[in-house]
């Protein structure tokens, strides 16, 4: 049979089970935000509990509390930093409240466990969640300093697997490099290219997108910490900003810094936008290369069959043999995800009002997401699709050979209009432009294979 404690905060009173390091304000928001059935991101969590413990050194050496209540605030938060209560944090993704509930369930969690390391029980409080656990702070200035360190621990293993990425792409550039093929635009032949140069392209692509996205996360590192309920950093002691942001770093290990106004950094999130955005241009770059890949892999035999994708899987249930690029498209539903995200947060930011944006949980629980299935994309795109890629060399030859998009290379020499005339009498009578060229000497064999040769086109 499951006991309960009596707890009471400004609204009432609630039975909170005796065993939950939780306590009154974080079950009021669990009753009231039933919403996604998905926790608060664990490192979340860890990041909110690593702003608690260097709030309580700060605010010892200020003298804002005691150094024993400082130190039993610092021990609960390095418990929960290192997973010891995970099961105490019930609050929903996406809640009403700017994040009270969350930064209040922390809170409860670290006052309820610092209360019985000083010698108290569960419900005492002997340290308090509000006057010491969350002593200068607010959930206005913790919520989104939180948020922002946990882009940059999400960030780091994306990076790692958009590094192998980019890496693997620069391997096939190698590979292919000889690898002559038709280029196409508006999915007509146009004039030749390497295989190789076109993964190339790829690579620039995403080594643009890595620069975009590293630029913005720095933004992450400039917090308004200090800030409390506004900016105005009502309720915080002499020396607590200038102590806070070195002991944030030194746990961190990022090299933190407080706002120019904390007024404006509390108010505007504009720095989640633009990170946001860097995300989508990055995802809409995924999709272009995944649909290269699926439309180059197309067939085997009906389709374009110009390279060959790993087969992964079969791809039917009911077509026996049957293969689908199935690893370009778990991706391209990825990064059709994090364009829905980016407008889910784009209009969340720009729906804050006066002092303080409201949708903070939701901008992170979309940001949090896009991350981690960036990351999960990226490496299941490197090494079980890009790695193995091969190229259908003879067939790519025999393409190019047969394509009229060589008759460019005669344009300077025919002029636009000869060469054209010649383009369609070979497409009319099934014949390679060489051919033609032959049969209406216009050039001798020597010359027709000097000028049409494909790779000095590339």
Do not use: W
Request: hydrophobic share 40%; with cysteine; proline share 4%.
């Amino acid at each position: 049979m499951q006991l309960f404690r009596e707890e009471k905060d400004s609204i009432g009173t609630l039975s909170v089970p005796e065993q939950a390091y939780y306590g009154v304000q974080t079950l009021r928001g669990y009753n009231n935000f039933q919403i996604t059935g998905e926790k608060m991101e664990p490192v979340f969590i860890y990041n909110i509990a690593k702003i608690k413990k260097a709030a309580a050194i700060a605010n010892a050496k200020a003298g804002s509390i005691s150094s024993s209540t400082a130190d039993a605030i610092v021990k609960a938060c390095d418990e929960v930093i290192c997973g010891k209560f995970d099961g105490e944090f019930i609050t929903d993704a996406i809640q009403g409240g700017a994040g009270t509930t969350v930064n209040m369930n922390v809170n409860e969690v670290v006052a309820n466990r610092a209360t019985e390391l000083v010698g108290g029980k569960r419900g005492e409080y002997l340290v308090h969640p509000n006057d010491a656990v969350n002593c200068a702070q607010s959930t206005n200035d913790v919520i989104p300093s939180a948020g922002k360190l946990t882009l940059l621990d999400l960030f780091s293993p994306m990076e790692e697997k958009l590094n192998a990425l980019i890496d693997a792409l620069d391997e096939k550039a190698v590979e292919f490099d000889r690898v002559i093929k038709m280029g196409r635009t508006q999915l007509q032949d146009a004039v030749p290219v390497r295989l190789g140069q076109e993964f190339s392209a790829f690579s620039a692509a995403l080594k643009r997108d890595r620069a975009r996205i590293s630029a913005s996360v720095e933004s992450m590192k400039v917090l308004n910490l200090g800030g409390t309920a506004i900016g105005t950093s009502i309720n915080v002691a002499d020396g607590y900003i200038e102590n806070v942001y070195p002991v944030l770093s030194q746990i961190t290990g990022y090299s933190l810094k407080p706002a120019d106004n904390l007024i404006d950094s509390t108010q505007n999130l504009d720095a989640f936008a633009d990170f946001s955005a860097s995300l989508k241009t990055f995802a809409l770059d995924l999709i272009k290369i995944c649909n290269d890949l699926r439309l180059m892999s197309s067939g085997p035999r009906a389709g374009l069959e110009e390279i060959f994708l790993p087969a992964m899987q079969n791809g039917s249930s009911i077509m026996p043999g049957k293969v689908n690029p199935v690893i370009p498209e778990v991706v391209t539903q990825v990064a059709y995800n994090v364009i829905g995200n980016d407008l889910t947060v784009s209009l969340s930011i720009q729906a804050g009002q006066f002092e303080l944006n409201p949708y903070e949980p939701v901008i992170f629980f979309k940001l949090f997401e896009s991350l981690k299935t960036l990351t999960g994309a990226l490496d299941t795109f490197t090494v079980n699709c890009v790695k193995g890629i091969k190229a259908n060399e003879e067939h790519l030859k025999e393409l190019v050979s047969f394509s009229t998009g060589t008759v460019t290379a005669l344009a300077p020499m025919l002029g636009y209009q000869k060469a054209a005339d010649i383009a369609k009498e070979a497409i009319k009578r099934g014949m390679s432009i060489k051919s033609i060229l032959l049969e209406k000497k216009i050039f001798i064999e020597k010359e027709i294979d000097k000028i049409l040769d494909p790779f000095s086109m590339t």
